[in-house]
């Protein structure tokens, strides 16, 4: 089945840094989102983003798709950023189905 | 607007005992998916519904049951709860396989 990487696994930042995350998976996928897990647990979709860049605030994505790599970026980092973010794809007709990669769980430091 | 609605939001179950997990959303979605979350594994797909009225095997559904009871609602069932169930459980919905998921509060369960 496809694998789905994300790197890093850990990321400890001041607040006000900028970051990158990054999603490497090993097929071609025609789903792809990115989620937030807050301390809390809650999970918050952030982008549907299967090709193409999108902007939300502070946040945008980029999904390379020929690539097969999706990158998050956080700008002017809060500590209300701190939490684990997930890449999950989904491909073929089963599109539906999300992959999910470990995470990468960020650390934001006043 | 609740979204997607799980309970119970924590469970203590003994080996053997059964258990429905319940959850409903509110926002005319036609998908529904339970995943289960384990520390260091992320989200694995146990059962899903791409619509009102057929259900399909996911990626851990050993030990599980679903039954789609109509659009809103999606519930799962641990028939004989085994300590490898101790996990937090998510329900997510969409409006269709092509879409952004929502996801609910979850359910953390544990199996003595």
């Known amino acids: 089945g496809i694998q789905v990487e994300q790197s890093p696994p850990d990321l400890i930042l001041q607040e006000g840094a900028n970051s990158t995350l990054r999603c490497n998976f090993s097929d071609s996928v025609n789903n792809l989102q990115w989620f937030h897990q807050n301390p809390w647990g809650q999970l918050i979709n952030l982008f549907y983003?299967?090709?193409g860049t999108k902007q939300n605030g502070r946040l945008s994505a980029t999904t390379v798709a020929t690539e097969r790599y999706s990158l998050l970026y956080i700008s002017s980092s809060q500590t209300t950023d701190s939490g684990v973010y997930f890449c999950?794809?989904?491909?073929?007709?089963?599109?539906?189905?999300?992959?999910f990669g470990k995470g990468t769980k960020l650390s934001v430091k006043p | 607007n609740a979204g997607v609605t799980q309970t119970p939001k924590f469970q203590v179950l003994k080996t053997g005992q059964s258990m429905t997990l319940q959850c409903a959303q509110d926002?005319?979605?036609?998908?529904m998916y339970w995943y289960r979350q384990d520390p260091g594994m992320g989200l694995r797909l146990i059962y899903y519904?791409?619509?009102?009225?057929?259900?399909d095997k996911g990626e851990v559904p050993n030990g599980y049951n679903v039954s789609r009871l109509n659009k809103r609602e999606f519930s799962l069932r641990l028939e004989s709860a085994a300590p490898s169930q101790t996990s937090v459980y998510f329900c997510a919905s969409s409006i269709g396989p092509g879409y952004g998921y929502t996801f609910g509060s979850g359910t953390r369960l544990t199996v003595v």
């Open positions: 999950a794809v989904g491909y073929g007709g089963s599109q539906g189905n999300l992959i």
């Open positions: 519904s791409a619509s009102e009225g057929t259900t």
């Open positions: 983003i299967p090709s």
């Open positions: 926002m005319n979605h036609n998908s």
